[in-house]
């Protein structure tokens, strides 16, 4: 049989009314084996092209080719996994050939993922995955179905007469329930860390927290009435405190303690990252508080809170920290160094797994 | 006690370290009862704000404000979820203050879901859901770990005797395994589907189809010798060619012909929608192609090419039609209004999806 005469002119059509659409493929980032990286865009009208990353103390210039490629390459960067940007003349864009996002409900970045010399915490390796599932559950709270996303660990078994442990894991303001897989890497740091044995076998839950227009007593109503609800009617979980943590960063570091702190029938382990408290709730649930230190200490197997050097949140959050020490609680701090980050995030994840359930 | 003093310097930090960087939050798209839709965009500094979606014949202005919004209001359009982006300038991009994105391998867009005044195939509906799980599995054809979505329907029970029937699903060209989800909404049309009894319960199985730099052949390699195994071995499903359908998009509608024909021992259903063809793989597989089309007619219970009036690829896909009936194959085809889009994708699986495992 003759060639089909159609491929050619369906070729050109492709390309002429589809691929001219398109800017051309060019491939960006490229990490090097130094762990230098080299970003590209393509624009022929840009005046200017900027490149930010969480991995630069200040934004550096890109140059243009005559083709119309605007790049640069920076030098080496320490592994780890960092949101970037373009700035195009007065636009902030995420890498158009970067499939790997940050989604965000006030902006878009990109992703680039710098791999170590040896395998990171939440690297993938080659160990047994457990699996994200992504769920919708109806919130009466909130009178609408929400989706949550559930991690299970590797070899989870649904009929399991062992009640597996749940740790609910929530994201920062204007983040989504897909943050803490897609950036923070909720997933494999589990994995990896199950594999080594640091981490027991969990559930872990992670919701979406941004509830509008008032956020955080209505997600803390959402969390005990809708979310836990939902899990263990359809999981094999232990169904009290010492089977249940909650965790959060920033604004969820926040939802954290109240969600804990009010709630410790409930959760024996309250983890707090870096937690952004200037809110109503925290107000209402913690200017006036007067615990009984003994018997939340008691309830309380584990009550930690993380923040970073570099953290804009490093004041409050200490003062936080000697408000819940002077009410006489115990409480394990971590001060690190590092930002308001997600790189920090994936440190402070990894750093409490492997206390939960122990 | 008195209020803690630090909430006044914290907030006032966070208002001007994050929130200065970041534009103002506003709210965009906003979907009005009519259907008409207000799109918002923040820029100071911008020329020319724009407009494109794919409800649109063509770009449409924006209009700016003295605070530095830019804003349009578009007629009421048709319900159902359209692509859009916004040109600032000569720079396109997704709507910041959407986090629903069409991410692409080579583009950023937005997702506008327009409600019908009663619900379509794809609408989050009161009825059961089935979840979709991300998973990792090893493909000794590529060399490398790969994810895949599975979607497991209402009330699947992972030890059932009765064996589940698999659809694997294939994007488009420079698409990922997420856009059959979040832009084809693939589950929820099954949870629809099933829910009224027209679709049988099912697995629909997303694969990453995009292989570089050979992509044709060596993703049906991937997907007969790891995903398939990767799958049987996992779930209970049937796994015999009765039990397994292959469709497919665009790039993905390719692959499907090239899977599905080569093998149909292995899959009794092939369902390409809006075939592109124009490849290496496609030439290989068909051009001098003798099928003995009496076997192949009875091995195959459904073989089905869909197809919009304004598709680009409307005439090559009408002469591929014609050189299977040529090889005297059985071959139902669906010939409907529209283009090269993700509408008709959505359309096109509801339709197939009802006529798979009958």
Redesign the interface.
Known sequence: ????I??I???L??SV??LAQ??P?ISSPDVHPDHSITFRYF????QKVTLNGEFLKAPVSMTNDTSGIWSVTVPPVKPDIYPYSFW???????D??N?Y?F??????RSIVDIPGDQPLVHS?Q?VP?G??????YQSTTLGT?RQLLIYTPPGFN??AKTKYPVLYLIHGGSD?EETW?KVGRA?LIADNLMAQGKAKPMLIVMPYGNVRPSPMPDFTKDMINDIIPFVEANYPVGKDSKNRAVAGFSVGGGQTLNIGLTNPDKFAYVCSYAP???TEEF?KN????SPNADQLNKQLKLFTISVGTED??L??VK??IA?FNEKGLKLDTQIVPGGHTWMNCKLYLATTLPLLFK
Chains 1, 2 share one sequence.
Do not use: C, G
Request: hydrophobic fraction near 35%; glycine fraction near 0%; avoid cysteine.
């Open positions: 049989m003759k060639r089909p159609y491929l002119p369906a070729l059509f492709f009314t589809v398109r800017p493929a624009s022929k009208k840009a195009v003349d007065s636009v902030q864009i995420a158009p050939n499939t996002i989604a965000n409900e006030r902006f878009k993938l080659n995955h699996k994200i599932s992504y769920r919708y179905t649904p009929t989504t897989t997933n952004y408290t200037a107000k913690f200017s006036d508080w804009f949140l004041e409050p003062q936080n408000m």
